[in-house]
């Protein structure tokens, strides 16, 4: 994921986030797909992204989620 900087202000700088995801299991990566179909984009742009992750079970999933959404 990148976020450019706007020309137009000297005090911004573009960033990059990387989430290497290639060296996945199988079985990990069907477990990172079955766990975003759970992912409430309503309930996250309502009442907040913590409540949106409620249903995922996984923390480390719920904490990949949160950093994608939060960048």
Sequence with gaps: MRVEA?????TE???????PLENLSTDEWE???AQYTKLDFR???????SKGLEKIQDRKIQRL????LTF
Excluded: N, P, Y
Excluded at 65 to 68: G, I, P, S, V
């Design 6 to 10: 706007d020309t137009s202000d000297s």
């Design 13 to 19: 700088v573009a960033v990059t986030r990387r989430m």
């Design 31 to 33: 477990e990172l797909k």
């Design 65 to 68: 989620f949160m950093a994608l």
């Design 43 to 49: 309930d996250c742009a309502d009442q907040g992204i």
